[in-house]
């Protein structure tokens, strides 16, 4: 009976062993989340700016015949390339041959006349001395040998225009270029400087882009400039994306802008000249141009990094010293490749959150990684440690294998 108490009281020691080992030990924070940030610098920034914009022709001569005539024949063939000075039409010389015959033979009389007089002249003056003739005669004879002058500079001009004349019945390409298709054929009665052009020929090599931009934007890039805010260079580039989308291989500069304002669309011609080898940029083709109008000092995030809050902000997370996420609301300008210009809200030096921004919730630490633009940081860790992604739960079975 005396164990009794004994055995009592080994039961409740075992029984307050047993409670107090089956107390687990309390559970450890979780670590700070990974997120992926960049260290925001400032930059050289290019502005730039698109515009639309229509190919024009280096170029452009229209063929006018500059005598008339029949044509005999159509020297080019439409479409090729043709040089400066080459033979584009005949006419049918004939009758100018027979203009320029006549005007030689006219020369020749002139200059017979003219040989025959200077001997009189001279004869004259030696009879003059001896009293053998008038003076009147001497005068008469002086003033007929220098009228044959006259006569044979004057048959010269004749000559020469019917040389002239001549040479036009073979109509040639005043410029090198790009023949068009022809208007007239063999056969057609043609008349000095007529309205109708024969064919047009155009230089495509290089070739000009003309562009439109608005007076608004043009004063206020030259205010700009003005003020320092802007650098620009002597020559600015232009690139070009055609009409199917694709981007033109060559890059071309602005020759010129226009020094009044179009009062109809309150806009502003810029022309740049670009170098065509190919032959891609065809007269009236509609393309987009962008233009690099300066540079300027500033600051770019990644539009990845950049989300509107319930008010519609622009804002982005930042952490501070401690590596605590603190929100910012930001202004931004304008779109360059896949970033946003920052004018308000960021500076250089701020490291912004640029992946994992589940993980970054306003006042939370969390741990800082750099981002090299392809990761991407898996979701915070749960209270037992583990991932919270759907990766690391396993798949489920297919139907084949739940069939077998």
């Not at 029984?15 to 992926?36: I, K, R, T």
């Not at 090198?176 to 043609?190: M, P, Q």
Request: with cysteine.
């Amino acid at each position: 009976m005396q164990r009794l108490p004994y055995l009592a009281s080994a039961l409740v020691l075992s029984s307050l062993l047993s409670a107090c080992g089956s107390q687990e030990a309390p559970a450890s924070a979780p670590p700070p989340a990974e997120v992926g940030v960049v260290t925001l610098k400032a930059q050289a920034i290019d502005l730039m700016t698109t515009l639309p914009g229509r190919v024009t022709a280096y170029q452009t001569a229209e063929v006018r015949p500059q005598v008339g005539g029949i044509v005999k024949r159509r020297v080019y063939a439409e479409g090729t390339e043709v040089k400066a000075g080459s033979v584009l039409y005949e006419l049918d010389p004939a009758t100018y041959q027979a203009a320029y015959a006549s005007a030689k033979a006219s020369l020749a009389k002139a200059n017979a006349l003219a040989k025959q007089a200077k001997l009189i002249a001279k004869r004259y003056e030696g009879l003059v001395a001896i009293k053998a003739v008038s003076q009147q005669e001497n005068d008469d004879a002086q003033a007929s040998a220098a009228q044959t002058q006259a006569d044979v500079a004057l048959a010269k001009a004749a000559l020469d225009k019917a040389r002239i004349e001549l040479n036009y019945t073979r109509i040639t390409s005043p410029i090198s270029g790009r023949s068009g298709k022809s208007n007239v054929t063999a056969g057609a009665l043609l008349t000095a400087n007529q309205v109708q052009a024969l064919t047009t020929v155009v230089q495509l090599d290089p070739i000009y882009v003309d562009m439109t931009q608005s007076s608004s934007d043009f004063l206020a890039l030259k205010r700009a400039i003005e003020q320092g805010g802007v650098s620009q260079s002597k020559r600015i580039p232009v690139k070009l994306t055609l009409s199917d989308g694709r981007t033109y291989e060559h890059v071309g500069s602005v020759s010129f802008s226009e020094s009044t304002v179009d009062p109809s669309t309150n806009s502003i011609t810029l022309r740049a000249q670009f170098p065509n080898p190919d032959g891609q940029l065809l007269p009236g083709l509609f393309v987009q141009a962008e233009v690099a109008q300066g540079q300027q000092q500033g600051v770019l995030a990644p539009q990845r990094a950049l989300s509107r809050n319930p008010q519609g902000d622009a804002t982005a997370m930042v952490l501070d010293q401690d590596n605590k996420v603190q929100p910012r609301v930001v202004k931004t300008s304008r779109a360059i490749g896949d970033k946003w210009q920052v004018v308000e809200g960021l500076q250089a030096g701020d490291r912004l959150v640029v992946d994992g921004l589940q993980n970054a919730r306003p006042g939370s630490v969390v741990k800082p990684v750099p981002f090299t633009g392809d990761q991407l940081v898996e979701k915070a860790p749960t209270k037992s440690g583990e991932v919270d992604t759907a990766a690391n739960k396993p798949a489920a079975p297919s139907a084949a294998k739940k069939a077998e």
